[in-house]
């Protein structure tokens, strides 16, 4: 029984193996690429893994045009959305979580409906209602779009980690003599500092991969944020200089991955239902 | 959706009335307290307001004009009453993108649910150091941006020196060298699915196999002992506590894929794009603002979030009455 156990779980460990290379490769392929010299990404057949790993493609895709710019417009736009957001989806967090009040419930389906929203379908009254405005082609116009998004997700969350800190811990602070709003800064907010931090970075996740409202709403190239400046790598034919695409690819991963794997303890199932995905 | 009626409402008031009534006297300090939420929700709302909620105002009132790149410029468009809507109704590209759209969403969820569900129950069978490799794995690919993905898609994808055109060749799957996987809107929709797919299937993994730790061990065991076979024991133990997970999960997979646009915009790319390749939310792009037909790109807007309402009237109502129990 024992002897057949071990063997079955040789047998699934096996399949996992198999499936982990399945599923990590596109990751592995895309920065194996990025460092393999043009020779080798050429060949009809392909290099596993380079002996001869080069950095040209980095330096070829940093120094294409517009890198930078994208790279800067994508950090003041996600700086931006993220510290306003945080600020106001903390309040309205406070509000769900430690009151009770008249219209509570409509502001929960508001802040669970728009997330449902499919985006496709926001292209045209947004890009209308802010040309009205002036607002095309300006940063400042896709920042506050991004904050109609960020909020909502911003403020459920915030709301499960205040929650989750005991009414007693309040409570204490304000029989010492603390006023309410002295509770809510000495004792509330470095014990909701760390779900400020991990629901900071999925913002940033959101923000920073966000496309479609980037490439209607930004027609300069000068103000096009990192993905549309990567989706615009390879221009309309696909005669493609592959190493400078994966390198460009990595570069733009690679802040999203390392904040990924600094959160990935956090994924809950409250934090991530309707948050951060593709 | 009316919040009409608060669950625990009555449990809520019978509180009230069991709590001495102590008579206070009107101060400064107990408005600031009973108006408090509604100040503290207000920065919010007041951004969604201006940011959403007019631009949706402004939408409904835009599909009843001829609205087009003179109109956007006068900013002001004329009335055609329910044209825009009777030209999206009467034209075929449209019922097609919607039948597509409805195919492609169910083939999605499916894949995303099924293959999701059984790596899942893997992560249950397999030594720790092998799930942790695989959770790794899973975390690198639902942290790739999907902008990032589609590239690294179609240099995997790529005619002349694509990888999978070589794995599978030497595979011995069948003769790939040199195959065109963009070469016919079934094969564009197929490489799309993999890449939807492959990028969520980790957050359903994360998921269910969360609440599958929830399932106690006895339980499966005395099952097994019973003599129930794997699937028996996965259908009438397991399920039913994981079931809620599931429909949580499916439903917002459908909405998800229902509404997909990058994907399928930048991996079949604009150059290929037409009606036989379509998705919802591409046909909508391409009849609004690439023609800029903003008034009929507004009617089909107005559609497409209709139908997607529908959709998630169960997640919004699921997720209301979660949030309600709280506080």
Known sequence: MRARRRRSRLVWDAIGLLLFLVIAFPVYWMIASAFKPDDELNGLTPTWFSLHPTLSHFRDAINKPFFWDGVKNSLIVVSVTVALSMVLAFLAAVALAKFRFTGRKAFIVLIIGIQMLPQAGLIIPLYVVLARYHQVNALSGVIVTYMTFVLPFSVWVLRGFLLGIPKELEEAAMVDGSSRLGAFSRILLPLVAPGLVATSIFAFITTWNEYIFARVLLNDQSKQTATVWLSYFYGTSRNTDWGGLMAGSTLIAIPVIVFFLIVQRKIGFGLTAGAVRG | ?327
């Open chain 2, 1 to 327: 959706m009316t919040s009409s009626e608060i669950p625990g409402g009555t449990a809520y008031a019978a509180e009230a009335a069991i709590r001495p009534r102590r008579r206070r006297p009107f101060t400064f300090a107990r408005l600031l307290r009973a108006s408090a939420p509604y100040l503290l929700i207000l920065p919010v709302v007041a951004v969604i307001a201006a940011i959403l909620g007019y631009p949706l105002y402004y939408l409904a009132r835009l599909s009843f004009q001829k609205y087009g790149l003179f109109e956007l410029i006068a900013h002001h468009g004329t009335s055609v009453g329910w044209a825009n809507y009777s030209s999206v109704l009467h034209d075929h590209v449209f019922w097609q993108v919607l039948v597509r759209t409805i195919v492609f969403t169910i083939a999605n969820v499916a894949l995303t649910i099924g293959i999701g569900t059984l790596l899942a129950l893997l992560l249950t069978k397999v030594s720790s150091v092998v799930r942790i490799l695989l959770t790794a794995g899973l975390v690198l690919a639902w942290s790739m941006p999907p902008v990032v993905a589609v590239q690294v898609w179609v240099w995997m994808t790529n005619t002349e020196n694509g990888v999978l055109n070589y794995a599978l060749t030497n595979l011995h799957v069948g003769d790939y060298a040199q195959h065109d996987w963009y070469a016919s809107s079934f094969s564009q929709l197929s490489l799309t699915t993999s890449l939807v797919v492959w990028g969520a299937i980790p957050f359903v993994v994360v998921t269910v196999y969360a609440g599958l730790s929830q399932v106690s061990h006895e339980l499966v065991e005395a099952a097994e002992i019973d003599g129930a076979r794997a699937w028996r024991v996965f259908k009438d133990v397991t399920f039913p506590i994981v079931k809620p997970i599931f429909l949580i999960l499916t439903s917002l997979s459908i909405i998800w894929d229902f509404g997909v646009f990058t994907q399928p915009f930048l991996l079949i790319d604009q150059t290929r794009i037409n009606a036989s390749n379509e998705l919802m939310g591409i046909y909508l792009y391409e009849e609004g603002y690439v023609k800029t037909d903003f008034g009929r790109g507004a009617a089909i807007s107005i559609l497409m979030l209709l139908i997607v309402s529908v959709l998630s009237i169960f997640y919004v109502r699921k997720m209301v009455r979660t949030g309600d129990e709280a506080a």
